[in-house]
């Protein structure tokens, strides 16, 4: 099992630009989040699915997109890249609520 | 809605001591409950889990936690500390029913020689 794989690892993006991030898992998981984690403020949630067509926004939604049409992807989508959106960005997946996450590597992005 | 405190960005301790890193939950109904650490420029590993199980949680590397209901925490101790426990230590609480898992701002461990 190779886990949740993210790509790509690193990324710069000019303001204004747009892009997805992508993200899959090989364990069958039904659950699968997006966070984002910016210094002394922890791991933000952004958006979650709990399965294929079923998707909600976290703490911080704007600004991203997300779609779940297979159980294995669940890519985020950046619309129209800002400053702001500079951050280190983690893929997440489990079984269910009552089960622990598994994590990509992070995803480190730079908006300029 | 869950949320997640951790008193302390920073904890310093010294090589030996005890490990102390706070944790208090809000949430509506018994919560599922997680402690996870990074090292740095690192992913984040699961240290250690309560599912309304035990209420004392150990994990890996020494570390256990325990759920008290009546005070809604679940802070994290382990009784000697190690050089390689330094990194960053987070607390983040599930609810039944519910799909988003919260985490704390995290707490910092320093560990002095």
């Known amino acids: 099992n190779a886990g949740v794989t993210q790509t790509p690892k690193f990324q710069v993006l000019k303001t204004g630009q747009s892009m997805t991030l992508q993200c899959a898992q090989d364990?069958?998981?039904?659950?699968m989040s997006w966070y984002r984690q910016d210094p002394g403020m922890g791991l933000r949630l952004i958006h979650y699915s709990v399965g294929a067509g079923i998707t909600d926004q976290g703490e911080v939604p704007n600004g991203y997109n997300v779609s779940r049409s297979t159980t294995e992807d669940f890519p985020l989508r950046l619309l129209s890249a800002a400053p702001s959106q500079t951050s280190v960005y983690f893929c997440?997946?489990?079984?269910?609520?009552?089960?622990?996450?598994?994590f990509g590597q992070g995803t480190r992005l730079t908006v300029v | 809605a869950q949320s997640v405190t951790q008193l302390g960005s920073h904890v310093s301790v010294s090589e030996g001591a005890l490990v102390l890193l706070r944790c208090n939950y809000s949430?509506?109904?018994?919560?599922?409950l997680f402690w996870y650490v990074q090292y740095p420029n690192q992913g984040l590993q699961l240290l250690l889990k309560y599912t309304s199980a035990a209420t004392l949680v150990k994990g890996i590397n020494g570390f256990e936690a325990e759920f008290k209901k009546s005070e809604t925490s679940f802070h994290l101790t382990k009784p000697s500390a190690h050089m390689s426990d330094a990194a960053e230590y987070f607390c983040a609480v599930s609810e039944q029913s519910q799909g988003n898992l919260i985490f704390g701002k995290g707490t910092k461990l320093s560990v002095k020689p």
């Open positions: 364990m069958n998981h039904e659950y």
């Open positions: 997440a997946s489990r079984v269910s609520e009552r089960t622990e996450a598994f």
């Open positions: 949430s509506s109904v018994p919560p599922y």
